[in-house]
């Protein structure tokens, strides 16, 4: 954990395969050199599978208690400062994991009580049994219970937020009604306010793929700190491509200004 051995192993193989770096480009190089993000679907499942071990082997071997106790702490110092300063985050899942891991973590108590009240079975104790079957029952009524008022729920939107946006939306509403009453009183106002408002809001990219929306992107040097003729080039290109773009948008735009002042 503390080594990252998956990026160092990964960098050490990459540096190997191309021992001449100076014949690599800079986006290569941010490519061998990129930060990595949490590899949640390897990371969890391995604290569970020792939260699991802790809980079940706690009756039969007592002293894993103070080992799994110490490696929690260590991994709860090391996985923040790994999260917090290491890591760079893909994705936000909006704590939708935090469900899965409670529910498998009660589990794994689950077991641990079950394999407690069978040890005892096997070691003939007969009335210590019937005094902790409570124990898994209530486990199982706590994991329904989470369940039940906390991870349902936050998959829906609260009460709350719901009256709020309906508040805002009303609002809005009202507002755009009033705005609209207001132009239709007002003589010098265009009879097509409802035809040009749309006009005038409408996006011409919001049913395009969104790779094509985009602008063309500045081309990166061969070496940061180096001079790059092609890459000058190609940027010189391009800002020219946008410069020629935006005189014929303002073209467009003008001869529409002068019809409507005519």
């Given at each position: 954990?503390f ?11 990459l540096?190997?395969?191309t021992?001449q ?12 050199y990129?930060?990595e ?23 039969i ?12 702490c ?6 923040k400062k ?11 899942s ?20 079950l ?12 009335h210590?049994?019937?005094f ?21 729920p ?11 946006y ?23 106002a ?63 735009e ?5 019809e409507n002042?005519?």
């Amino acid at each position: 954990v503390f080594l990252r051995v998956g990026a160092l192993s990964r960098m050490l193989l990459l540096r190997a395969l191309t021992p001449q770096a100076e014949r690599l480009s800079q986006r290569e190089l941010d490519e061998i050199y990129r930060p990595e993000n949490v590899q949640y679907g390897w990371e969890f499942p391995t604290q569970l599978l020792v939260i699991m071990i802790v809980f079940t082997y706690a009756v039969i071997c007592p002293v894993i208690l103070p080992v799994g106790t110490l490696y929690f702490c260590f991994a709860l110092i090391v996985y923040k400062k790994q999260v917090l300063y290491v890591y760079q985050p893909v994705y936000e899942s909006g704590g939708s994991m935090f469900p899965t891991a409670l529910q498998r973590t009660l589990f794994g108590l689950f077991c641990g009580q079950l394999t407690m009240i069978g040890y005892l079975i096997t070691r003939h104790f007969y009335h210590q049994p019937l005094f902790l079957l409570p124990l898994p029952i209530a486990t199982i009524w706590g994991t329904n219970y989470f369940n039940r008022h906390y991870a349902v729920p936050s998959t829906r939107l609260s009460l709350e937020r719901a009256r709020e946006y309906d508040r805002i939306s009303e609002m809005l509403a009202q507002s755009s009604v009033s705005q609209r009453l207001d132009d239709l009183n007002d003589e010098a106002a265009p009879l097509g306010f409802g035809v040009e408002g749309r006009r005038t809001q409408f996006d011409k990219n919001s049913y395009r793929q969104p790779v094509l929306t985009q602008k063309a992107m500045i081309p990166r040097r061969y070496r940061w700190g180096q001079p790059d003729p092609i890459a000058l080039e190609c940027t010189e290109k391009i800002r020219s491509m946008r410069e020629y773009s935006l005189m014929n948008e303002q073209q467009q735009e003008t001869p529409s200004d002068e019809e409507n002042g005519a």
